[in-house]
């Protein structure tokens, strides 16, 4: 989880996608 986080985290240009999924993974957990 951390390594996607962290891929994820490295494309600055798709902040809104990184917020949606974060936010997504956080419900999965």
């Not at 891929?7 to 936010?23: C, G, K, L, T, V």
């Amino acid at each position: 989880a951390a390594k996607y986080y962290v891929m994820e985290q490295d494309n600055p240009n798709d902040i809104e996608r990184f917020a949606r999924r974060s936010i997504a993974a956080a419900r999965t957990y």
